[in-house]
């Protein structure tokens, strides 16, 4: 079993600990009742935002589907939407506070590339490239160490300086 998984229980009794903690926090100086408004409230906003979301996560995976598009960046948004509403419809204050930074677009294409990232790592290539599309690299030219000097005996030309930009590209999985 690996080590995270095994520290699940006890990160989810530190978090409720955490939503205790807070709400009593906030209740003392807000007050009770307008505290426990303020949990209700986020609660409706995440079941709201949750149907929502699936139904726009649905519809997008859809569209990739039929019109052959890989569908990873649908997926993966689509995921981190309704993890947002779950995260709004719990009850409390922290997790509401994730939820609703999670639920704007520029945070959540932020997470979504980390998501995709993290994806492609434990993913094959192949795997990866049907999910996520072809994949951009970056290729930066070898240390001046590593090549042969200008006018070498090998006939090469001169290279360009090692401290140049980077060259994107794109590589393409071979067809099958």
């Known amino acids: 079993m690996r080590r995270g998984v095994r520290l699940i229980p006890l990160a989810l009794a530190a978090g409720l600990v955490l939503e205790v903690a807070v709400f009593l926090l906030i209740a003392h100086q807000i007050g009770y009742g307008w505290a426990l408004l303020l949990v209700l409230a986020a609660s409706l906003a995440g079941m709201a935002l949750l149907r929502r979301e699936g139904m726009r996560a649905w519809r997008s995976f859809r569209a990739a589907a039929q019109s052959g ?6 997926v993966s948004d689509g995921l981190l939407g309704l993890v947002a509403g779950v995260l709004l419809a ?4 922290v997790s509401g506070v994730f939820g609703g930074v999670l639920a704007v677009p520029k945070v959540r ?3 979504r590339r980390r998501v995709q990232v993290a994806a492609e790592r434990r993913m094959s ?3 990866a490239g049907e999910m996520f599309g072809p994949r951009r690299v970056r290729v930066y030219p070898p240390p001046a160490a590593d090549r042969p000097p200008a006018g070498s005996a090998d006939g090469s030309a001169p290279q360009a300086a090692a401290s140049g930009p980077a ?3 794109e590589i393409v999985d071979p067809p099958r």
């Open 69 to 74: 598009r890989p569908p990873g960046e649908q």
């Open 90 to 93: 719990t009850p409390g204050l």
């Open 109 to 111: 294409r932020v997470v």
């Open 125 to 127: 290539s192949a795997a």
């Open 167 to 169: 060259i994107e590209g």
